[in-house]
Every structure is written in C-alpha cells, then in structure tokens.
C-alpha cells in the first residue's frame, strides 16, 4: 500500500498483514500525525526539500529508525504536487474584470492553530469571483473538479496552502493568505512560480505590495520562465519498483 500524508494507513496494512507500507509525507508541521508513522511504515518517502527547522525532531528520528533497520528512508526531488501534475502556462490575455477563484477554509484543521489569517471580501473587490470556499457541510461540488477549474480563471487567492502549490505549479498567479510555513511553499517560489505569499494581516504597505505584484502578474503569465520540472514521478515509480 501507498498513503501520501495519511499516517493512520501503514498503521492498518500492518494490521491487516500487508507486508510493504509506504508513506510520502510533505507537511513537516503535522508532529502528532507523523509520529504515528512509526507504528506501522515499512518504507518512508520525504521531499529533499523538507525543513528541518519545523518538524520536532521527526526527521533526525526517522534516520535513527532506518539506521536500526526499522524502515527504510528515501528522499524524493520533489512535491506531491509533481507526482500527479502536468505543468501548464496560462494564456495572457485577461479577462476584463479579471476572473478569480476564492478559496478560503474553515480553519478547524489540525494543523490550522495559529496560521489562519483573514481574508476579508475587500480583498476581491473588483474581480469576477469563482467562490469554492471550504464548506462545513455537505456540497453538491465535486472536489475532484477542483483543479479542473483553473482552466476558467486568471488568478487565484486562498488560504490553503496545498491549493497554493498546485494552482501555481500549474502557471495560475496564485496570491496565498495565511501565515503557514511548509518547504514546498519555499520550493515553489525558488523555482520561479508565480506564487505570491503574505503572513499577516490584509492591510499596510506590505499587503498592497503583495497584491499589487499578484494582480500584475495574472498579465505577464508569458514571461514564466520556472525551473525544469523535476523527474519526481520516474523517481518514485523506480523506488515502488525497487521495493
């Protein structure tokens, strides 16, 4: 079995006798989840990029394990984003107003404590608006249709930071509300896509910068000029086939 950021299912296909258990993790902050990790993953997969500095100590310990022989520790060149993502630049002409997708979260998630930050309407006056807000309930959207909607808009704004990643990987100027660290936020800027990130509150001179650079690159799409896209898929494929 293959989980990616889902500690709990090692823990099940050991119960259930499977004799191989991967997890690829990316999300160093989430220190309850990734302890579970050890209780049942045979093989461990993380990101070259991943930070130290955020993880508790998950890392230094999970080299300790693969040393013991408890599981095996592979490094990936790569996000997930990699693995199921084809890179796609996005037309330059504009719609006129601009047309965005929101996506703001509930920030009841595990990990959310002390990242949220606020996105008040002020923020996307003046655009047509895509609203696919987190919902608390049930919806009639399909989630998978997700990214399928990014072929429709100009920009994105959003507080989820796994949202960010993969509508900027896929050429979308993507300007991300929240205060969140992860090394594949970090990544994703250091390769040159067009993510656009602000921590604090949606006022001042910083948040104008912010957004005034986000609203003008939503125009100038045809100047990308990112890193190569990683081999992260043939990477993994190789390590599953190893294994």
Known sequence: MVAMNAPLMPWAGRLARLSRRWCAVDTEIQHRNLRWLERGVTDLVVPTHWREDLDDGRLAAWKRGAAAGRWQLHRLDGTHQHLHLVPIRRPADLSDPPRILVRRLLGTGSHDHGEMVALPDAVI??????????????????????????????????????????????????????????????????????????????????????????????????ALAPDPWPNAKAEFDALLQDG
């Open 125 to 222: 006056d003046g655009f047509q608006v895509l609203a696919w807000d987190e919902e608390g309930g049930s919806s009639d959207r399909m989630a998978w249709s997700l990214l399928d909607r990014l072929s429709d808009v100009d920009g994105v704004v959003t507080q989820s930071t796994t949202f960010a990643a993969e509508a900027a990987y896929l050429g979308v100027p993507t300007l991300l509300v929240s205060a969140a660290e992860r090394g594949y936020l970090d990544r994703v800027e250091a390769e040159g896509w067009p993510l656009f990130r602000h921590r604090g509150a949606c006022e001042g001179e910083a948040w104008l910068d912010v957004r005034a650079r986000w609203a003008t690159g939503m125009a100038l799409t045809d």
